[in-house]
């Protein structure tokens, strides 16, 4: 979803009929300033999504943004300044929702990308992100310093373990073929379970191998399996059982990629306030 569709939705969500209690309690003739300041250290993200949530309730709000997304920030940092009536108040929780949640998912990003910095391992999102929303959440991650995985079902194959118990390896082996006929297909990749699972994937041929909650010793046999590889020698993917606390120990392991929904999924919201002025 665009991002102007989604901050019209969230805003329909939330003022519905309208803000009653700013609507009984502001003049409408009152203008007056707010400024959205951090409270928090870590990575802005959202502040299009909230300029956004200013102007489309009020097209006359004067919006002034002082920080870019990707920039890190303290508390005490002056995001952005909006000028307005009431309805200020009004978009005030819908703008706050898209840049703490977004500066939430960048920050959580950054501190993975610092953690694996000169080890040749990547940190990449995966598609475990809110309905709706997966489009800025992905962003978020690639303001953070991490990569994006596939967007959805349509642009990339990955055969996962369910394909491969309800399918078989032979049936895996045709769908890689087909891909490769296929137009639009970004990239081919197979899940493996373990040491066995990897030598059948590569006999398939994929772009992409995903080690699924394998420990850094497995990982690394996995690594020298694809060494000694003759044919198409794929990119590794760690994946499932990874995060803060263990990171670093994947690292430059021979996998270039490591995959984590913890980024979009559980990555806590950054403090950031709106202040009347």
């Not at 990707?70 to 307005?84: F, M, N």
Request: net charge positive.
């Amino acid at each position: 979803m665009r991002l102007e569709q989604a901050v019209k939705l969230a805003l329909s969500e939330d003022v519905g009929r309208g803000d009653i209690t700013s609507l009984l309690s502001i003049p409408a003739s009152k203008r007056f300033r707010a400024e959205a300041v951090a409270r928090q250290k870590g990575v802005l993200c959202g502040v299009r999504a909230a300029e956004l949530a200013f102007k489309l309730l009020d097209r006359h709000c004067k919006v002034r943004l002082l920080m870019k997304d990707g920039q890190s920030i303290k508390p005490g940092d002056r995001v952005l300044t909006a000028e307005g009536g009431r309805s200020l108040l009004a978009s005030e929780r819908v703008a706050l929702n898209f840049m703490q949640r977004l500066s939430g998912i960048a920050t959580a990003t950054r501190a993975c990308a610092e953690i694996l910095k000169g080890s040749g391992t990547e940190i990449f999102d995966t598609r475990k992100t809110t309905p709706l929303l997966r489009e800025q959440e992905k962003y978020a991650v690639l303001c953070g310093g991490g990569r994006n995985h596939r967007f959805g079902l349509y642009d990339a194959v990955l055969v996962k373990n369910n394909h491969i118990d309800a399918s078989g390896w032979d049936n895996v082996r045709r769908a890689v073929a087909a891909a490769r006929k296929r137009r639009g297909v970004k990239f081919i990749e197979i899940e493996a379970r373990d040491l066995r699972e990897v030598r059948l994937a590569l006999s398939c041929g994929p772009d992409i191998i995903l080690l699924d909650n394998m420990t850094p010793a497995q990982v690394r046999r996995a690594a020298a399996a694809v060494r000694a590889f003759m044919g198409r020698r794929p990119e590794l993917e760690i994946s499932g059982g990874v995060n803060m606390r263990n990171l670093r120990s994947y690292a430059g392991l021979g996998a270039r990629r490591i995959s984590c929904g913890a980024l979009t999924h559980s990555a806590p919201a950054l403090d950031i306030s709106l202040r009347i002025k």
